[in-house]
Structures are given as structure tokens and as C-alpha cells.
């Protein structure tokens, strides 16, 4: 599995961006979806997970209710919309393909990983 990410920019607090993971591989939709992120000096951690079948969806306590996670199927991507962004949501963001098809929260329970893609937020 190959995933690309895109979406980095720089926004002031307040501001909306949007992330997008293209997936590839001939069994991508065997594997749940996750984004993570990583700040300076900070662990990776959970951000949002999803299974292809957009049954399974899971957030991080602090981005409910900013944060949307969805899947195009047919374009094999994943977007995350991240609302009313705050100075803390300031960090590397991954995406990443996880070996089940129920999105887990911890890096262990994923297998592939995207190049991070930075988000800033400015105050």
C-alpha cells in the first residue's frame, strides 16, 4: 500500500484546511484509514481513524467536533476537513493504512504510513 498526502499550509487560528490521503495498492480497502500527527517534541498520536466502509469512525477527544474524517471510494482517498483550527493543531500530519478493516488508535495498529504533511496554525 502507497499513500500520498497533501493539503500542508499555514492558517491562522479559526481558519479550515483540508488533508487528502490517495491510497494505492490492489488491497487498499482491505485496511482501515487513520491520520496522526506528530508536534515538536511530542509523541505521534491519534488524530482520526475510519474503515473504507465508513462504518467505523473514530476521533480523538481533542478534534470532536472540528475534525471530519471521509472517504471517496472511488478515488481510493481520504480527507480529513479540520475546522476552527487552534495553535495547538500545529504539527506533522500522516496518514496511514492500518492491517484490519476497524480503524485503530495506536501506531501499532497500523502497517503503512504517508510522508507527513505540515499544518500550521497561527495565533
Known amino acids: 500500500v502507497q499513500l500520498q498526502a497533501s493539503g500542508r499550509g499555514l492558517v491562522q487560528a479559526g481558519g479550515s484546511l483540508r488533508l487528502s490521503c490517495a491510497a494505492s495498492?490492489?488491497?487498499?480497502?482491505?485496511?482501515?484509514m487513520g491520520w496522526f500527527r506528530q508536534a515538536p517534541g511530542k509523541e505521534r498520536e491519534f488524530v482520526a481513524g475510519?474503515?473504507?466502509?465508513?462504518?467505523?469512525?473514530y476521533y480523538a477527544d481533542s478534534v470532536k467536533g472540528r475534525f471530519s474524517i471521509s472517504i471517496d471510494i472511488p478515488k481510493n482517498t481520504v480527507y480529513m476537513q479540520m475546522n476552527n483550527l487552534k495553535p495547538d493543531d500545529t504539527a506533522v500530519y500522516y496518514c496511514?493504512?492500518?492491517?484490519?478493516?476497524?480503524?485503530?488508535?495506536?501506531?501499532?495498529?497500523?502497517?503503512?504510513w504517508g510522508q507527513g504533511t505540515q499544518v500550521t496554525v497561527s495565533s
Open positions: 496511514a493504512a492500518g492491517g484490519t478493516t476497524v480503524p485503530g488508535r495506536t501506531r501499532n495498529d497500523y502497517h503503512y
Open positions: 475510519i474503515s473504507w466502509s465508513g462504518t467505523f469512525i
Open positions: 495498492g490492489r488491497t487498499v480497502s482491505a485496511y482501515a
